[in-house]
């Protein structure tokens, strides 16, 4: 990016793999999260200048994507789209104003799908450059998103989906423990006992605090008809 | 807590049983505190839940607070909750109280508002779903001008509103409420067409009173309580309230009715209980509102929130509550939803 | 000047120990409730509420400030440290906080929180004190049209945290402003994208968003790159205190973000949001600016403490600024400021135009009580912000679990009810795709925050001109806001389109999936 716009380009934004190598931490981020972020470097107030740091990680924000899953999100975004005008088309008001409750889902939907189309050309751009390059023998798209692990999600959303569909049955301090062991069972916890200890106090830590201390009720659950 | 734990170090043994001592600690504390919660006891020791079918800082969340007080103070019952179940007009909570069924230590609060909000969200849970107990207190309704307005009389602002019935932006609560119905019911008598009004929602009197100050709305229609510190010499005027007869405190403002305009609207508060109770337990969470609204802490809430006190007993409740359905459905079909 | 004798008169009344004991206890309930991500300050003034009606008026006051700029303040611990914000104002702190907390920064940017918290916490008070009138008179000039204007900045502004690539960014956004169309339509009572759910109808709370796409987005994806993502616990944080280079960087933004929350926090309805983006924005800018001038660095998108000071001070200000509707007019813009309302009527506080000369002593108190609450807030946080660091430093599978504990607790709070619940893991699943993809998050939280706002006050506009489209432009301030619109977004765009085609025929650096996305 130039260094002497005078203004910034705010809605452009500045393209990662431009940016000065100004500081520490560099090569980070997409927005709330810390990919690639590396737990060596980036030191709190280590000479920043100095700070070493390996080869930056890929900006994922600006990784084009390939394969089959460059389309799952044009899907989802298109699918929110088609929603949105398909709300915009069968909203109805007893009195619509001149723009009716309709008018804005018309616009956004719109707007959503047009994205979703743009994406799909940047995706057939994307597929037919990589194409060429391994005709020509080049190395084709660089960064890739890295590969995701399954399992730990899977147990993570399972954990959620038991705890809520339990919650009710089980009450707070049994489905709240069952939640936390689970997910740290997902982060690779193997010290069972420990991790049900700490969970359990977890859980009746928080039973105390809103409920004793600030009212709030939770469902008592199980533990209402055992003692 | 979380760290107790941690560490499997040379420590790790007394840390663990440390961490393990305090884990049962609090396991037994809170097990506790699950009974307490459970705990149905008797006679003023009985736990009473009242639901609040709005957020925190709404008409219904004040009237359940000052509930809980009262019943506190008057030693009637020492556990007393107060549950806040927001939701679409207090629709979600008039739902769950429904699904209470024969759970005998429920309020909920209830009032015109959710008489309202059933109609104009399509609520499959209704007023016939559930028991109700009392009617308590009530606010009055209030037309409301800029001070530098020129309409001085409802009847300057009635024919200002007829000569431009689309287009005059009044503002009032949020559609559907209270202050649209009080709106509609008005531009019915008014001969102004209630569902071509140009009627500006907002989210609450505040707001309206800002729509009033920076001119974007010539009227505002909202509960005496929205508007009462602003009227003394203040930034706007009231040409009209919607009570019998003139309200204590503001015997300067002449009601509607005796303007010609036959107005007459109380946006009441009252209690329900779910659905499916004997009528022993019915007659008992009676006599616990009874002896509230009789109590010298209650004269005082009333002072305070300047509420009228419109009682009326369950029996009284029942026909007034019939009555007051079928006009909001009238009125609301009016408005057009 | 005779306001100044009378706060000063106001501190004798409210400087006892008992006071300054219920301020701390005040201070404390409302860190904790803020820091407890789902409970607002709200909640917590309900909850004392019955409490005060037995204490006297000063003692009141105190507590109720106290637990207000609490809570104000408490949210950006967990904004900064867990990327947990727990209501829409602590939404702009995130966005660097975080990013700090990653780099060990985490006790710099909790300090700079707690001293930008007090400054504008601080000189909002005494502007309140001394101004409130002239501001009351300045708000009311906000009808709808000037108030459309003003969002339709404050996307502008706040565009500058969207991503780094325009397409993936938009679409973020525009998801964000599609989620904030469920529910009740406000201006017609019309049900939008309900889906017959009655528990749709309010709309999808601000709470479920924020947890799901920020805090248990994270976890997932976290959890999805289990062997490859950071490991927090292995942080060093540096030095606990905020060094005199963090000082020098944040004193400016902590004025700037002041007078952004003192300017706009009067304006009835527009909330702390709008200020803490505004100053993020422009936070943002300068940065750019003095990097280009070789004047310092931008960390932006990589944890700068100007985006930590600013949003912080301007949220606290901005804070203080609802009080001047609420004195001056007796106008609650917030939740907890109509419960408050509450509270002082019960001590024959009449607030509205004459508020000042009939209950003068009560509103000094009130006034000095504030300050008092902002002072203990610091003294009493300061100290804590290298302590609550550590908390990342627990091993990542308890870290995480408690973060996900929270979260749920913090949604099956808002309601009691097990729905929001399957809400929150639709959106969960949502902010993990996002993650995934490299899609930006931020501009969709923008979205849900200021899209609903953007379309009542546009329409609110027309409805009340029937139609007339000028309303919209009716006024000096919308004119001054949209110049600012066109100066800050078309002129850049038009010079960097220029400059983009004479770089393309210089030197084509940039390939097209590098901007496109």
């Given at each position: 990016m130039s260094t002497r716009e005078p203004l910034n380009t705010w809605l452009v934004g500045d393209d990662a793999p431009e940016r000065e190598p100004d500081s520490q931490a560099q090569g980070t981020v997409a927005t709330g999260t810390a990919p690639g972020q590396d737990a060596s470097g980036a030191v709190a107030d280590a000479p920043v200048e100095e700070a070493v740091l390996p080869a930056a990680a890929p900006d994922p924000e600006t990784t084009p994507w390939t394969g089959p899953g460059a389309w799952v999100f044009p899907a989802v975004v298109l699918a929110f789209g088609l929603v949105a005008l398909w709300g915009a088309a069968t909203i109805t008001a007893p009195d619509p104003t001149p723009p009716g409750p309709g008018f804005f889902p018309g616009v956004i939907g719109g707007l959503l799908v047009a994205v979703a189309v743009g994406m799909g050309v940047v995706n057939v751009r994307t597929a037919r450059r990589e194409k060429q390059a391994l005709a020509e023998g080049r190395p084709g798209v660089s960064a890739k998103i890295p590969a995701t692990e399954w399992s730990p999600v899977l147990i993570i959303a399972l954990t959620l989906a038991a705890h809520i569909a339990l919650l009710d049955f089980l009450g707070w301090i049994l489905a709240g423990s069952m939640l936390f062991w689970g997910v740290a069972y997902a982060f690779g916890a193997r010290h069972y006992l420990r991790d049900a200890i700490v969970a359990l106090a977890m859980a009746s830590a928080i039973q105390v605090g809103f409920s004793m201390g600030l009212g709030l009720t939770l469902p008592g659950g199980l533990v209402e008809l055992i003692f | 807590m979380k760290g107790r734990a941690r560490m499997a170090g040379p420590n790790g043994r007394l840390l663990g049983a440390v961490g393990g001592a305090v884990a049962v600690v609090l396991l037994a504390t809170a097990v506790v505190d699950v009974r307490e919660s459970a705990a149905s006891g008797t006679g003023a020791g009985a736990k009473v839940i009242l639901v609040a079918p709005a957020a925190p800082g709404g008409g219904w969340d004040m009237l359940a607070r000052e509930l809980q007080n009262g019943l506190r103070d008057e030693e009637l019952r020492y556990n007393v909750q107060v549950t806040n179940v927001a939701g679409a007009g207090g629709t979600i909570g008039l739902r769950q109280t429904a699904n209470r069924e024969g759970q005998a230590n429920v309020l909920t609060m209830t009032g015109l508002g959710m008489v309202g909000a059933v109609e104009t969200t399509n609520s499959t849970a209704t007023m016939d779903d559930v028991t109700p107990i009392a009617q308590l207190a009530s606010e009055y309704g209030v037309v409301v001008v800029p001070a530098d307005s020129p309409y001085e009389t409802v009847d300057d602002f009635v024919q200002a509103w007829r000569e431009q019935e689309e287009t005059l932006p009044v503002a009032g609560g949020s559609m559907g409420g209270v202050d649209q119905i009080f709106a509609g019911l008005t531009a019915a008598e008014a001969g102004v067409d209630p569902g071509s009004m140009n009627y500006l929602p907002y989210s609450g009197g505040g707001e309206v009173l800002t729509s009033l100050l920076s001119n974007t709305s010539q009227a505002g229609f909202g509960t005496l309580g929205d508007f009462r510190d602003q009227l003394d010499g203040g930034p706007i005027r009231a040409l009209g309230v919607s009570a019998p007869e003139r309200i204590e405190g503001f015997e300067d403002i002449p009601t509607l009715t005796e303007q010609g305009y036959d107005v007459e609207l109380a946006n009441w508060r009252g209690v329900i209980a779910p659905p499916g109770l004997a009528e022993e337990e019915i007659d008992e969470l009676s006599a616990l509102v009874a002896e509230i609204v009789e109590s010298p802490s209650w004269a005082d809430t009333l002072e305070r929130n300047r509420w009228t006190d419109t009682y009326q007993p369950r029996a009284e409740f029942e026909s007034f509550l019939d009555e007051e359905i079928v006009l909001t459905r009238e009125i609301v079909k009016e408005l057009g939803f | 000047m005779e306001s100044l004798s009378l706060l000063l008169d106001g501190f004798a009344g409210a400087l006892t120990f008992e006071n300054l004991m219920w301020a701390l206890l005040g201070v404390l309930l409302g860190t904790a409730v803020g820091v407890l991500p789902g409970m607002g300050s709200a909640m917590a003034v309900a909850l004392l509420l019955p409490v005060t009606f037995r204490m006297d008026p000063t003692s009141a006051f105190i507590l109720f400030a106290g637990v207000y700029y609490g809570g104000m303040f408490g949210g950006s611990t967990t904004s900064i440290l867990l990327n947990t914000p727990g209501q829409a104002s602590s939404i702009a702190t995130t966005y660097e906080g975080h990013k700090m907390a990653l780099n060990g920064r985490g006790p710099q940017a909790l300090g700079t929180a707690a001293i930008g918290s007090f400054v504008g916490g601080i000189i909002a008070t005494f502007l309140v004190a001394m101004f409130a009138p002239a501001m009351v008179r300045l708000a009311l000039q906000f009808g709808p049209g000037e108030y459309f204007a003003l969002t339709v900045f404050s996307f502008v502004a706040v565009a500058?945290?969207?991503?780094?690539s325009v397409l993936r960014g938009i679409s973020s956004l525009l998801i964000g402003l599609a989620i904030g169309l469920v529910g009740i339509d406000s201006q017609s009572g019309a049900q939008r994208f309900d889906f017959g759910i009655p528990n749709m109808l309010d709309g999808i709370d601000i709470v479920v968003i924020t947890v799901g796409l920020l805090a248990l987005g994270e976890v997932l994806y976290v959890a999805s790159r289990r062997s490859s993502g950071p490991d927090l616990s292995a942080i060093r944080s540096g030095t606990p205190w905020l060094g005199r280079r963090d000082f020098a960087r944040s004193w400016k933004p902590w004025l700037r973000g002041t007078a952004m929350g003192s300017a706009f926090g009067p304006i009835p309805g527009s909330g702390a949001e709008i200020p803490t983006f505004l100053s993020l924005g422009l936070e943002r800018r300068l940065a750019k600016r003095r990097a280009a001038r070789g004047k310092g660095v931008d960390e932006f998108g990589s944890g700068a403490i100007e985006g930590v000071a600013g949003p912080e001070s301007a949220n606290n200000s901005s804070a203080a600024g609802t009080l001047v509707p609420l004195l001056g007019l007796g106008l609650p813009t917030s939740a907890t400021a109509a419960i408050m309302l509450a509270a002082f009527q019960q001590y024959g506080m009449q607030p509205g135009p004459v508020l000042f000369e009939r209950n003068a002593d009560l509103v000094w108190t009130l006034l000095a009580s504030l300050m008092i609450g902002t002072v203990l807030l610091l003294v009493i946080n300061l100290p804590f912000a290298p302590l609550w660091a550590k908390l990342l430093r627990l091993p990542k599978p308890y870290l995480y679990a408690g973060i996900t504990m929270c979260s749920v607790l913090a949604v099956y709070a808002i309601n009691a009810s097990v729905f929001h619940l399957v809400l929150l893991l639709l959106v969960s699943a949502l902010g993990f795709a996002m993650r995934k993809f490299g899609v930006p998050v931020a501009p969709a939280l923008i979205g849900v925050v200021l899209g609903p706002i953007a379309e009542t006050e546009l329409r609110r506009a027309l409805a009340a001109s029937s139609g007339d489209p000028s309303i919209l432009v009716g006024s000096g301030i919308s004119i001054a806001l949209y110049t600012l619109v066109v100066l800050s977004v078309v002129v850049p765009l038009g010079i960097r389109i220029w400059r983009g085609r004479r770089a393309v025929q210089a030197a084509p650096i940039r390939t097209d999936e590098q901007v496109n996305g």
């Open positions: - | - | 500058a945290v969207v991503s780094n």
